[in-house]
């Protein structure tokens, strides 16, 4: 699976939309990108996924750029629990030859919503 | 529906003893995944099972630590002879299928004295 850069930490005013980014330059073709957060030491939530196309949710809105190489999860309107660890996890498919295996988490975002 | 449940949810022991972690998969989901997060760390995978079966276990530790997932009942995960560096939390996550989303549990704390 490959590899994710996202920043250690990011600020947001709580009421407005959090931008977290996500570099996954060597990304393969079948290659999905999943965001999950951890609520301060509670398992890990999971919020979204997509390949290639803009998706959304109830919870938040991921945009992949159309190379594929970078992508962004939207929290519209962040509250003060949207405080956590969010990571961004690259994972392969059956048609990238990817194992059906665990999840690599990284050290992801630590994002502080501040009131 | 129920989520992915665990317990005990917290667990002491002293070096030496046997812990035993149960974990419930949701309902409908028959694919079992286990992580470790040592503290201040990330977190880390550990096994992956479907009933009654062993599908990875490259990030277990060769010895003290197995893992099952029987025809009934929960997924256990066992550390027998357990040290202080086994302290740590341990979630379970299940999904419908083997590419589709993991969904955790709440984990269980592991203190070893």
């Known amino acids: 699976d490959a590899k994710t850069t996202q920043p250690p930490s990011m600020d947001c005013a709580e009421g407005r939309a959090a931008n977290l980014p996500c570099n996954h330059s060597?990304?393969?073709?079948?290659?999905?990108v999943y965001w999950y957060r951890q609520i301060h030491s509670q398992g890990p939530q999971y919020i979204i996924h997509?390949?290639?196309n803009n998706e959304t949710n109830e919870m938040a809105s991921l945009i992949i750029t159309e190379d594929r190489k970078s992508s962004t999860l939207i929290l519209p309107h962040a509250t003060l629990r949207d405080t956590a660890v969010y990571y961004c996890?690259?994972?392969?498919?059956?048609?990238?030859?990817?194992?059906?295996?665990?999840?690599?988490f990284g050290k992801g975002t630590h994002l502080i919503i501040q009131p | 529906n129920a989520g992915v449940m665990q317990n005990p949810r917290h667990l002491v022991r002293r070096r030496g003893q046997e812990a035993r972690l149960r974990c419930s998969p949701m309902?409908?989901?028959?694919?079992v995944y286990w992580y470790r997060q040592l503290p201040e760390e990330g977190l880390k995978f550990m096994v992956y099972?479907?009933?009654?079966?062993?599908?990875?276990e490259s990030g277990m530790p060769k010895e003290r630590f197995s893992a099952e997932f029987p025809k009934e009942g929960p997924s256990i995960l066992r550390i027998q002879q357990v040290v202080r560096g086994d302290s740590a939390a341990y979630f379970c996550?299940?999904?419908?299928?083997?590419?589709?989303?993991?969904?955790f549990g709440p984990g269980t704390r592991l203190t070893v004295l």
């Open positions: 996890i690259v994972r392969g498919t059956m048609y990238s030859g990817g194992g059906a295996d665990g999840l690599t």
């Open positions: 996550a299940s999904s419908k299928g083997p590419y589709n989303e993991q969904f």
């Open positions: 060597t990304i393969s073709g079948n290659e999905y």
């Open positions: 997509g390949l290639k």
């Open positions: 099972l479907q009933k009654e079966n062993i599908i990875d």
């Open positions: 309902k409908g989901h028959s694919h």
